[in-house]
Nanobody, 122 residues
Framework: QVQLVESGGGSVQVDGSLRLSCVAS????????MAWVRQAPGKEREGVAA???????SYADSVKGRFTISRDHATSTLYLQLNSLKSEDTATYYC????????????????RSQGTQVTVSS
């Protein structure tokens, strides 16, 4: 059974940084396309970053140049480095399997993990 557990969220000020982690068990994280999506209260779910089995990455325009997705095959961990954070980045962030393509496609997948909260304040 696949289990995804996110961590690394927190409260930071505008322009701060965080590194989110997602540990996958029962799942070879390098064999699948993976993505980070976020959900803020009252807003639509947004796919922010994706990485395919070849290591190619793609990003939502809203985070391009600020966020970086990566993975560690050895530990089966997916990462999301968040830099230059803005107040509008405040959301719960989830990792999920994704189809090949832009991260927005991952928003259609059922989220099966707890997520990690990111709060950005000025």
């Amino acid at each position: 059974q696949v289990q995804l557990v996110e961590s690394g969220g927190g409260s930071v000020q505008v322009d701060g940084s965080l590194r989110l982690s997602c540990v996958a068990s029962g799942h070879r994280i390098g064999s699948y396309c993976m993505a980070w999506v976020r959900q803020a209260p009252g807003k639509e779910r947004e796919g922010v970053a994706a990485i395919d089995s070849d290591g190619d990455t793609s990003y939502a325009d809203s985070v391009k140049g600020r966020f970086t997705i990566s993975r560690d095959h050895a530990t089966s961990t997916l990462y999301l480095q968040l830099n230059s954070l803005k107040s509008e980045d405040t959301a719960t962030y989830y990792c999920t399997n994704a189809p090949p393509g832009p991260p927005g496609l991952a928003t259609h997948y059922e989220l099966r993990s707890q997520g990690t909260q990111v709060t950005v304040s000025s």
